[in-house]
């Protein structure tokens, strides 16, 4: 009977993320910022020349998954990148967008921060990711939902 290997376990997702094996070394990438807790590279399929993408270290599908350091972290890394970018680039501003979950379209069920450089003319913003309006409530009756969301 042959031996058995020894059991490992991989979290839910990890043996085939991209962005874990980006940062495993397994696939290669244009890595422009890591630390311990961010990695950040180039994306393949750039909507703008320098759109960079800014990932945990650590395998997690959402941001509500992080915790709070790894969030600001994040966010810190994405924030100086955007100024290198903007200088390196010469991109006059940028915008920052986490596709949060499968509805908002998210691809890679690994957290990751776009930084999109802008030049100017391209148009669209991040109020106009939306294609679609839904109807409009009234808007006290949206913030009491959320808010007793936040009493929670
Ligand atoms: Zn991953």
Redesign the pocket.
């Known amino acids: 009977m042959p031996a058995q290997a020894p059991a490992v376990t991989v979290p839910h ?2 043996e085939t ?1 991209p ?2 094996r980006i940062r495993e070394g397994t696939l290669p990438a244009h890595v422009l910022y890591q630390d311990e807790e961010v990695l950040a590279f180039l994306d393949i399929y750039p909507c703008a020349q320098g759109h960079t993408l800014v990932v945990p270290r650590r ?1 997690a599908a959402s941001l509500a998954e992080c915790p709070p350091a790894t969030v600001a972290a994040l966010f810190h890394a994405a924030v100086r990148l955007a100024g290198a970018i903007q200088e390196g680039l010469g991109a006059p501003g940028f915008n920052l967008g986490v596709n949060d979950g499968r509805a908002a379209g998210q691809e890679v069920p ?1 957290v990751h921060v776009h930084v999109i450089p802008r030049y100017g003319g391209e148009g669209g913003g991040v109020q106009r990711v939306v294609k679609t309006r839904g109807p409009v409530q009234p808007l006290a009756e949206t913030a009491a939902k959320i808010l007793a969301a936040l009493r929670r």
């Open positions: 997702g990890m993320c962005f874990c395998h690994h």
